[in-house]
């Protein structure tokens, strides 16, 4: 069980262009989901919490108008990464938790999804 | 200071041997601390989460917690080439949840 999935794997895409990524919960319901990125040789970052029925918390210096997220159901969060360019490239990944996200119980981290803005 | 340091590394050791990787991290008040393993081009996986001082085995993985130097460490026993993979550590908010990670550790087995 716990099985969280991105969609699309991985994306190409011209310069301000707008993506969207998203984030499902496949067998169990997420209150809360995560979304970090990650530059090649660097750690994750995270972007964004995103609560259930609720406007997500954005993390310093990310641009909220930017990256639009929106949870509206328990198992789907999605990302949407507006006018993209090259330096959006990267990693973004997604984590889902059973909870409203207390520490102590664990994030599920989705497969990823690369992002290549031309 | 960052939140949560770690030695980039690359970490080799031979097959067999014991890979110690370390993380040290700067909140007194952190409470939870993990250590995830990464794969080339793939997204984390949990391989321990400790809470409480001391040490948490799990098979060939042994957690070290020492929250008085704000040290957490994780032991590989009998190091396998397909241990080869970036370790990260990560600490955990008991507001929001919320993990943050180090840069992580590569560790490099050879056969």
């Known amino acids: 069980g716990a099985v969280v999935s991105q969609h699309p794997s991985w994306v190409i895409c011209k310069s301000g262009t707008s993506v969207k990524i998203e984030c499902r919960s496949l067998d169990f319901q997420a209150t809360t989901m995560f979304w970090y990125r990650q530059f090649p040789k660097q750690s994750l970052m995270l972007m964004a919490t995103?609560?259930?029925?609720?406007?997500?918390?954005?993390e310093q210096g990310v641009e909220k108008d930017k990256f639009l997220i929106n949870h509206a159901s328990l198992t789907l969060s999605t990302l949407t990464v507006t006018s993209a360019h090259p330096e959006d490239s990267s990693f973004y990944i997604c984590?889902?938790?059973?909870?409203?996200?207390?520490?102590?119980?664990?994030?599920?981290f989705g497969p990823g999804t690369r992002l290549l803005v031309l | 200071q960052k939140e949560v340091e770690q030695n980039s590394g690359p970490l080799s050791v031979p097959e067999g041997a014991i890979a110690s990787l370390n993380c040290t991290y700067s909140d007194r008040g952190s409470q939870s601390f993990f250590w995830y393993r990464q794969y080339s081009g793939k997204s984390p996986e949990l391989i321990m989460s400790i809470y409480s001082n001391g040490d948490k085995e799990d098979g060939r993985f042994t957690a070290q917690l020492n929250k008085a130097s704000q040290y957490v460490s994780l032991l590989i026993r009998d190091s396998q080439p397909s241990d080869s993979a970036t370790y990260l550590c990560a600490l955990g908010y008991n507001q929001g949840g919320k993990l943050i990670f180090g840069q992580g550790t590569e560790l490099s087995v050879k056969p």
């Open positions: 984590s889902a938790c059973r909870d409203r996200g207390t520490v102590l119980e664990t994030q599920y």
């Open positions: 995103s609560n259930e029925g609720s406007k997500a918390t954005y």
